[in-house]
Each structure stands twice: as C-alpha cells, then as structure tokens.
C-alpha cells in the first residue's frame, strides 16, 4: 500500500513537471507567432524604432496595408523559354499548390503500393531484400549523389521542369514504407481468402479491399507530405529555379536588398499568410494527423 502510494506521489510530481515543461515551451512558441503578427503590422519607422512591442496606435491606426503591399510587391525573377521577367504571386501559389499536392500525392502511392507488395508477398526472398535496402538507405546518406542527379536530369530535360515534379517523387523509401508495410501484414490472410472465395482478383484485393482498410492512414500520411513540400524551398532552389513557389519567392526577396521587400515587416506578412494554408489544414484535420488510426475485424 506504501509502495502504491509512493508510486503515485512520484508519478504526480512527474506529470507535474512534464506539464510544466509543455506549457513553457507552448508559450514560446506561440509567442513568436504574436511577435511576427504585431511586428507584420509595422511601418517601417515604427519596426526600427521598437521590434519588438506593440505597434503604437488604435488596431485601426495599424498597418494593415502591409499585408496587401507585400503580396503585390512580391515577386521572382525567371527566365524560360518562352518568357523572361517576373513571376508574381498568384503563380507562385499555384506553383505551390501543383508541387504540394502532386508530389505529396504521387510520392504517397508510390510508397504505399511498394509497401503493399512487400508485404503482399513478404514470403520471397526478393521482398526481405528491397525491405533491408530501405532500412539501409534511411541511414545512409545520398547528398553526395546530387552532382551526378543534376548531371542525369540535365540529360532527360527534367531540370527545371515540371515533370521533375513527377519523377522526383517516385520514390519507395522512408519511415511511412515501414508504417504501411507493417499495417498491411497486419490484416492476416483471412482478408484475402475471403476474396479469392468471392473470385475477386489481386487487382480488385489491392483497391477494393486493402487500400479501403488503409485510407485513412493515407489520408495522415498525405497530409503530412504536403505540409513538408509547403514549407519546401531547397528543391526550387536546386532543381527548379525558375518555378518558384511562394516559400522560395520568400527566400529570394529575404536575401535581396533591391526590392520594396526587403522591409522586415513585409517580409514577415508574406511569411504569415503562406503559414495560413498549413495552419489551416492542421486545424481541420488534427483528430486525423494527432489521432489512433483502429482496424476493424474481419466478420462473418
């Protein structure tokens, strides 16, 4: 009884402190999201003289202004072949909308049918094998492939292109392979023998059966990729320079000083409003990226 009490006291006192600890860290956090909002709202005399407090002035004496000035004012510099000039937000956003979607989309089926097939067949030999080799290159690291990748994509005219969107993606390797490969083993076989009685075929299993029981794990995982190419900007850096999204527009006019955008304030009402879509997308669907994903029994 002593013991289980003691248990209990330290246990108490360890929650405690984790609560603590969460809370300190929720408050810095949101309180750079508060200094980046009063900061956006700044002219440029009121930023130099005070960063960092509020900004003088009823909410309506505010510059709000700023935020329309720095999605007009923002802009990239491009040279294609069949336009040189300035490509301004609303291609940027689509820009980003086509990479964010397509490339978390095609990316998630590539790695969730590689997975499906690992573990589909996960009796061969050929499969524990492209299982170890996917273990194996999450440890390795491969940016030193990136001159020879540059050189090969040059060659197929995929540089600076927007099939690089495509075929950039096809890829098998990551922890979301493992998750998936894990979960499919998991329904057993009588989820297939149940269809072969039915005469349904590999096909119709795959999609009419185990991709169903997996939807909405790739749901999560799709939400997942897009937040990451969101926030992507190395890959329009490297790869396709003159396909700019809005995060790499934001990286170009943050190490530029010859534009109206290179003011702080503006900077960061370009930062806030790219940070909407994200935010917005994380509350509408954070019982699904945060939840427990549950498996339903085979019946009958």
Not at 4 to 10: D, L, P, T
Not at 75 to 82: A, I, T
Not at 175 to 188: N, T
């Amino acid at each position: 009884m002593k013991t289980r009490k003691k248990y209990r006291q330290n246990l108490n006192v360890t929650s405690v402190a984790i609560f603590i600890v969460l809370t300190i860290y929720v408050i810095s956090v949101l309180a750079m999201y508060l200094w980046a909002f009063f900061a956006s709202i700044k002219t440029e005399t009121q930023f130099s003289q005070d960063n960092v407090g509020l900004p003088p002035g009823w909410p309506w004496e505010w510059a709000w202004s700023n935020y329309i000035e720095a999605l007009r004012e923002l802009k990239v510099d491009v040279s294609l072949p069949n336009y040189h000039g300035y490509v301004y937000f609303s291609t940027m956003f689509w820009n980003s909308i086509l990479y964010t979607i397509g490339g978390a989309l095609i990316n998630n089926l590539t790695i969730w049918l590689v997975a499906f097939l690992l573990a589909r067949y996960s009796k061969y030999k050929l499969s524990s094998i492209l299982f170890a080799a996917n273990i194996a290159l999450m440890t390795i690291p491969v940016i030193n492939n990136l001159p020879s990748a540059l050189s090969v994509y040059r060659a197929l005219n995929w540089y600076d292109n927007l099939w690089f969107i495509v075929f950039n993606n096809i890829a098998f390797t990551g922890m979301y392979l493992i998750i998936y490969y894990e979960f499919i083993r998991s329904l057993g076989r009588d989820y297939y023998e149940a269809a072969y009685m039915d005469g349904a075929g590999r096909f119709t299993i795959m999609t009419k059966i185990v991709f169903p029981l997996t939807s909405s794990m790739f749901f999560v995982v799709f939400l997942l990729l897009a937040i990451v190419r969101w926030n992507d900007y190395m890959t329009m850096i490297i790869w396709m320079p003159n396909r700019p999204t809005l995060v790499y527009g934001v990286y170009k006019t943050g190490v530029s000083r010859m534009s109206q955008m290179s003011f702080p304030p503006l900077q960061i009402a370009v930062c806030m409003v790219i940070m909407l879509p994200m935010l917005l997308l994380f509350f509408l669907f954070q019982k699904s990226i945060m939840g427990n994903l549950r498996l339903g029994a085979v019946k009958g």
